[in-house]
């Protein structure tokens, strides 16, 4: 198979963690026999300061014209920092996302076993859990009218949703739940907010297309609780772009560390493959950060962007190895980890790509 992937490290730990991701990569042709051709384009912090804006045209015109993109991440603290300033690294993604019509964010919540003692969460609450969150990522107060009045003292950003928004992403929520324990809950905050109330109109007319998927809804504040209380009471969650970042942020607990955590966006045609964390400025540049989240983003790029299942398969199951025979990141190790097992981000993906060649040795030749 014959595809090309655009590679956006960003800002930050982004390099370093897309570097793995693109090793898994090259590895993963090299033993299935595809040809990966790859292109590296920039956004972000390093995207403003070579040419003034956070997402180049020159980038947007080789991500309309690719079979994937592997992101890695974007922000800078001299941004968060300053509220004042006008052009910031997130716009790039922002605006990446819009323009490519990546409307649905899927993020796996799934633990490893291995991982059950790196969550600050009791491992009897945890062991089982397995949910998958479909954020929708171009509409809500993200994109809404935003502005100041009264000579800049007041603010607002308006929290907007369309029919036709809640409909897609409510439709890719159930039919996902088909391949799963059929159950969808729908969170939202439809005892104060309108577009919430609109959000669940349509949910629950979608839903009647889907007899056979389970559907319930929840207030986004009990949502929060319960994930933490019973987490295996959730199978499939769909929900908002604001409510659906704040809460996949809360989730990556249940999965260990936010540096396990891969996500997909989709919709219009391209596919983004991403970490749900962020640059995480206060590592970079250390060799410490956990690149799994990136090299499962690129499981989920073969398997989602190209149908390659096996291929995909042995990356989930060769991160699984690498866990199981006791590696571990800084961020997920815990105090029965020996300090030879703590391994940098460029070790890390080592091991995964060692790996991947013997997991994929044990492939039954008829699959391969
Ligand atoms: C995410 C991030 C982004 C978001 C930021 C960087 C704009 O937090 O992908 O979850 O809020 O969507
Ligand atoms: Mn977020």
Wanted: proline share 4%.
């Amino acid at each position: 198979m014959k595809k090309k992937i655009v590679i956006l490290p960003g800002d930050g730990i982004g390099k370093e963690v897309t570097t793995e991701g693109k090793k898994v990569l090259v590895k993963i042709a090299e033993l299935f026999g595809h040809a990966f051709e790859f292109e590296e384009a920039s956004i972000g912090h390093d995207a403003i300061e070579a040419t003034g804006t956070p997402l180049p045209d020159e980038t947007l015109t080789k991500l309309k014209n690719c079979d994937a993109i592997l992101f890695g991440a974007v922000g800078h603290p001299k941004y968060d920092n300053d509220p004042t300033l006008k052009v910031r690294p997130e716009q790039g993604l922002l605006k990446m996302r819009k323009e490519l019509g990546l409307y649905a964010n899927l993020r796996p919540i799934k633990l490893f076993d291995e991982l059950l003692e790196a969550s600050s969460i009791k491992p009897e609450i945890l062991k089982g859990s397995d949910i998958l969150f479909f954020r929708e990522l171009t509409g809500d107060v993200y994109f809404g009218e935003k502005g100041r009045k009264d000579n800049g003292n007041t603010a607002f950003d308006l929290m907007i949703y369309q029919r036709y928004e809640v409909e897609r992403i409510a439709h890719k929520a159930f039919q996902a739940a088909r391949t799963r324990k059929k159950k969808v809950t729908s969170v939202d905050k439809a005892n104060v907010l309108e577009s919430s109330r609109l959000w669940r109109e349509v949910v629950q007319e979608i839903g009647k297309q889907y007899p056979d998927i389970l559907l319930e809804h929840q207030f986004v504040d009990a949502a929060a609780m319960k994930l933490i209380q019973n987490p295996k009471s959730f199978d499939v969650v769909v929900t908002g772009n604001l409510f659906g970042d704040i809460l996949t942020d809360e989730a990556s607990q249940i999965a260990g560390s936010m540096g396990m955590l891969a996500s997909a966006s989709v919709g219009d045609k391209v596919g983004l493959y991403e970490p749900i964390h962020g640059s995480a400025h206060d590592i970079t540049g250390k060799g410490i950060a956990n690149p799994l989240a990136s090299i499962l983003s690129v499981a989920l790029m073969i398997d989602i962007s190209f149908g390659l299942k096996v291929e995909s398969e042995t990356v989930i199951k060769a991160v699984e190895q690498t866990l199981k025979q006791g590696y571990r990141t800084a961020d997920i190790a815990d105090a029965k980890t020996s300090k030879e097992k703590i391994l940098n981000t460029g070790k890390m993906g080592a091991q995964v790509v060692n790996q991947i060649a013997t997991v994929r040795d044990r492939i039954p030749v008829s699959n391969k």
